[in-house]
């Protein structure tokens, strides 16, 4: 009985042993090299400029993102807010468009030249991140049973709840965010980099391309692993068991207090949309003159077009599976519920992706791993390291959401462990497959700066063309490519809407567990 | 199909759930496990589900030992069926695809023209022939007992497990649904919190308090027992009892 057992789990630990060997080398690379340190080498390089640039990179983003998303949270998350679907999905465009793209726009707009100190940098961070603490701002705010504000309503005015009520109890949400944004913009190498700011990524990324010596590369990045360390372990507890990200949108729940009225809504939200994330790219896409330019620049990208959608797609759908799979293991066999394993997992997530890089190109740059190393399947194995710890963590969350008797029911009806996985949990997974495979496939899309370190030869995505074009071309060929590369994003996203809205519309995805009907 | 249960223990952590519960149920007989929240029925049923693992002690059904401390049969090779208290419907199945998934999946293969007939004859039996193409959530919580108690006996278990799945029904829906219970020609563990319902089945009862045995045989024989606890809560009962008539 015990070898049938273990048997129905196969699936499940071949799953956990590719995330193991995806997630774990780079961590333990790192931990090796820094029982190697000698305390001399770290003050011998003289980090306290860059040091200091990224802290105020990652503080003015995530303060600024804070001020951006938390009244407009208030707004999509109130009750009396009926149809926020279309700002949501508005909002979507920061995260899509490529951190670079964005600050492109700005410099273009404003500075012309581009230059600009940390701050700006931190700003420009913000506009393209605050969709992410916005959405688990109005996650949480759906998930507050709005009994609690109206039993408020009578001893306290709209304000009181609002500071006294409603944002204690979204805390928890709005310091995710926080955290993920300092995370993001800490780790972020393709702005500082335009801007041409010596922060700590930018300095990581040039030594190592010139020297190529992992063990400094670890002693320039130790305090930034120190923070991540501690920030992962925070974030391991701010979302243990709780349900963090959510395209649940419905506008039945919902909080009942809000400060802004009706028309001011509408009015702050179009502002903003307008102001922030329209404004700069149509800046920028003025710049297509002739419909001329779109074609050549279309012509020269194709081959780059491709190799985006192919890489992206698979190594989104390669990780999306392992995650559907491990991200069920974790949540049933407890693994959220320990604080230092909370930590540990997430903590590659918390690593940049330049340093990541590095570590990759450190252990799989041998003649034996050439298969891998020396073809697309290296990116794979970077973005997994990266991204794989947050997709697990979110799919742990959905799985949370599925009662466990749906699948003890599946048990008693003569079905194996795998065929409950299979017929009960996977359909009711759903939205949550579909959320993060879009997630993986435009943070793939975006991705950089360890992008720019291990792809190898004869290979370039659009997001590289785009930020090599940057650096020395013209800025009409740049917004061209830029056009193709928001297609590729939104190729698969609308496919993804598609799928959802019949989903929703057939009442099959997993929010209709809660569903009161009748 | 026989069930026997032999000292069976069963702990959280520290908190002890089950104590040494000695259990014995015959071939087609109906048994009401009856007890306050939080005494253990829920895990117990569960244990002889195969869902949960005791501790200790032993379970035999049909003579075949199913739990030992070396000895685990899942599940799915039980031949029990269950009604959870949430009745766990799957909510992106139609009502047809949730009672034919278990028919669909045995070992032994069946083909889709018996599958249908099997389907019809439980679907027709229970009334809800013309729900078949909806979805569990569009439908009453009467008609969703119904589809819950046919996805389990559409499998013809040995053993048919009821953890208070009519707690949140009405007076007449609930006496139509006992009335049902107790017409089924299977072993039956039924297990409640309310009086009126041992007194509907008028069945064996068993008296679980603090996750002991208290006292077990027909009710009016309960009254004869010399434990204190279950005398405390009998006592409860009839009050209960008193004024459920009364009203």
């Not at chain 1, 496939?441 to 950089?448: C, F, K």
């Not at chain 2, 009862?205 to 809560?233: C, H, M, Q, R, Y």
């Amino acid at each position: 009985m015990k070898r049938k057992r273990y048997k129905s789990w196969t699936i499940f630990l071949a799953a956990f042993t590719f995330f193991l060997i995806i997630v774990f080398p780079p961590v333990i690379v790192v931990i090796i090299e820094l029982l190697k340190l000698k305390a001399s080498s770290i003050l011998s390089i003289g980090l306290v400029e860059p040091y200091k640039n990224s802290l105020i990179i990652a503080s003015t983003s995530s303060l600024f993102s804070l001020m951006i998303s938390l009244p407009l949270g208030l707004i999509f998350g109130s009750r009396s807010f009926r149809h926020p679907y279309l700002f949501i999905v508005i909002l979507l465009i920061p995260l899509i468009v490529p951190p670079y793209l964005t600050a492109k726009s700005w410099i273009d707009l404003f500075v012309k030249t581009p230059i600009g100190g940390p701050l700006f940098c931190g700003v420009i961070l913000s506009l393209c991140y605050f969709p992410i603490p916005l959405y688990l701002i109005v996650s949480g705010l759906r998930r507050i049973d709005s009994e609690l504000e109206e039993s408020a309503l009578l001893i306290l005015n709209r304000w009181q709840i609002l500071t006294k009520i409603t944002i204690p109890l979204i805390y928890p949400y709005i310091a995710t965010g926080l955290i993920l944004i300092f995370l993001f913009s800490i780790t972020n190498y393709s702005v500082p980099s335009i801007l041409g700011i010596k922060c700590l990524i930018t300095k990581l990324y040039s030594d190592f391309s010139i020297f190529h010596n992992l063990s400094k590369s670890i002693w320039i990045a130790i305090p930034m692993i120190i923070i991540c360390l501690f920030l992962s372990y925070l974030l391991g507890i701010l979302i243990m068991e709780r349900e963090f990200i959510s395209f649940d949108i419905s506008p039945s729940k919902g909080i009942m207090v809000s400060i802004f009225e009706n028309h001011k809504k509408v009015v702050y939200g179009i502002v903003i949309i307008f102001l922030i994330i329209l404004f700069p790219l149509i800046s920028l896409f003025k710049e297509i003159t002739s419909l001329k330019i779109l074609a050549i620049t279309f012509k020269d990208s194709l081959r780059s077009f491709f190799h985006t959608i192919v890489l992206s797609t698979s190594g989104s759908l390669f990780l999306s599976i392992i995650s559907i799979c491990c991200g069920y293991m974790f949540q049933r066999k407890k693994f959220w519920k320990n604080r230092l394993l909370n930590a540990i997992i997430l903590f590659p997530f918390s690593l940049p992706s330049v340093l990541l890089a590095i570590c990759i190109t450190h252990i799989w740059n041998r003649a034996i791993f050439s298969i891998l190393y020396d073809t697309p399947l290296i990116l794979i194995i970077l973005w997994g390291s990266k991204y794989l710890p947050l997709t697990i963590r979110i799919i742990s969350d959905h799985v949370s959401q599925i009662p466990v008797e749906f699948e003890e029911a599946g048990l008693l009806s003569h079905l194996t462990q795998f065929k409950v996985f299979r017929h009960i949990v996977c359909p009711l997974l759903g939205s949550g497959f579909l959320l993060i495979f879009w997630l993986i496939y435009i943070l793939t899309i975006s991705e950089v700066g360890g992008t720019l370190l291990v792809i190898p030869p004869g290979i370039e995505t659009l997001s590289i063309r785009i930020f090599n074009l940057l650096h020395y071309g013209d800025l009409k060929v740049v917004a061209s490519t830029s056009i193709m590369l928001i297609l590729s994003l939104l190729i698969p996203i609308s496919f993804l809407l598609i799928l959802k809205t019949i989903q929703t519309l057939k009442g099959k995805d997993s929010g209709s567990i809660f569903r009161k009907d009748k | 199909m026989d069930l026997y249960l032999e000292k069976i223990n069963k702990r959280y952590g520290k908190t002890p759930v089950l104590n040494d519960i000695n259990l014995s149920l015959k071939d087609g007989e109906l048994l009401t496990i009856l007890g306050p929240s939080g005494s253990g029925k829920t895990t117990l049923l569960r244990i002889i589900a195969g869902l949960e693992r005791p501790n200790k002690g032993k379970i035999v059904i049909s003579g075949q030992i199913a739990n030992n401390p070396d000895i685990l049969i899942p599940p799915q090779r039980r031949d029990i069926g269950m009604i959870f208290q949430n009745l766990a419907l799957w909510p992106h199945m139609t009502v047809y695809e949730n009672i034919s998934l278990g028919l669909r999946n045995r070992k032994k293969k069946i083909n889709n023209n018996d599958i249908n007939k099997i389907v019809f004859q439980v679907v027709e039996r229970f009334g809800i022939k013309r729900y078949l193409d909806r979805y569990p959530t569009t439908l009453s919580m009467g008609e969703r007992q119904r589809v819950a108690l046919a996805r389990a006996l559409v499998l013809d278990p040995g053993l048919l497990l009821l953890d208070e799945p009519f707690s949140h029904l009405d007076w007449n829906l609930k006496d139509e649904f006992l009335d049902l219970i107790k017409s089924l020609n299977t072993t039956i563990i039924y297990v409640t919190h309310q009086v009126f319902d041992i007194l509907r089945l008028n069945s064996k009862v068993a008296l679980l308090i603090d996750g002991k045995l208290e006292a077990i045989g027909k009710p009016e024989e309960l009254i004869n027992t010399t434990s204190s606890k279950a005398k405390d809560f009998l006592r409860c009962l009839s009050l209960y009892k008193d004024r459920n008539f009364n009203s």
